[in-house]
T-cell receptor, first 113, second 114 residues
Framework: AQSVTQLGSHVSVSEGALVLLRCNYSSSVPPYLFWYVQYPNQGLQLLLKYTSAATLVKGINGFEAEFKKSETSFHLTKPSAHMSDAAEYFCAVSDRSASKIIFGSGTRLSIRP | EAQVTQNPRYLITVTGKKLTVTCSQNMNHEYMSWYRQDPGLGLRQIYYSMNVEATDKGDVPEGYKVSRKEKRNFPLILESPSPNQTSLYFC?????????????FGEGSWLTVV
């Protein structure tokens, strides 16, 4: 069975600081991995996805994530946080045979001025 | 513009009063799904549909029904709502099969059952 664990329900960083949101997955087959962002009162929007091509994936708004099979991780990073990055972030996993995508419990990112 | 549209966006209802949340997509996607979002639990799948007249249970189907009579529409039905169904609901759609495809989400429906 697939699962996703997001470490830290709330992360707070200063504006301009590095953003690191952690995600570990469990899957018996090569996974597809996703990061979604949810701004207040909105639906989820895809930030980036890994589908077995390059292990370093670049997404929108300056975010990127690296697929590390040996660590079963897919952490999300951004070199310099902006106030507009404040949102909730969800890591998710699926595979070719699955009929669904499994979401993590989410990490709320706050940005301090 | 590619869209998943849900209605209503906000609803307060009473226990036991049947309600339907509609969902429509304009991208000709085969796959549609309903999720509920609760604090600390992320998104949990309620039901999904791989195509017209093909629906199946997700992780938390109890208390819900769905139908898929047309490709574009996938309504969520609460026959007898209870307070534990108070939640934020999302409809989503995606091209069939390969889940490397992006999932498109609606803006969400806030449901309160009193």
């Amino acid at each position: 069975a697939q699962s996703v664990t997001q470490l830290g329900s709330h992360v707070s960083v200063s504006e301009g600081a590095l953003v690191l949101l952690r995600c570990n997955y469990s899957s018996s087959v090569p996974p597809y991995l996703f990061w979604y962002v949810q701004y207040p009162n909105q639906g989820l929007q895809l930030l980036l996805k890994y589908t077995s091509a390059a292990t370093l994936v670049k997404g929108i708004n300056g975010f990127e994530a690296e697929f590390k099979k040996s660590e079963t991780s897919f952490h999300l990073t951004k070199p310099s946080a902006h106030m507009s990055d404040a949102a909730e972030y969800f890591c998710a996993v699926s595979d070719r045979s699955a009929s669904k995508i499994i979401f993590g419990s989410g990490t709320r990112l706050s940005i301090r001025p | 513009e590619a869209q998943v549209t849900q209605n209503p966006r906000y609803l307060i209802t009473v226990t036991g009063k049947k309600l339907t949340v509609t969902c429509s997509q304009n991208m000709n996607h085969e796959y549609m799904s309903w999720y509920r979002q609760d604090p600390g639990l992320g998104l949990r799948q309620i039901y999904y549909s791989m195509n017209v007249e093909a629906t199946d249970k997700g992780d938390v189907p109890e208390g819900y029904k769905v139908s898929r009579k047309e490709k574009r529409n996938f309504p969520l039905i609460l026959e007898s709502p209870s307070p534990n169904q108070t939640s934020l609901y999302f409809c989503a759609s995606s091209p069939f099969g390969d889940f490397g495809n992006t999932i498109y989400f609606g803006e969400g429906s806030w449901l309160t059952v009193v």
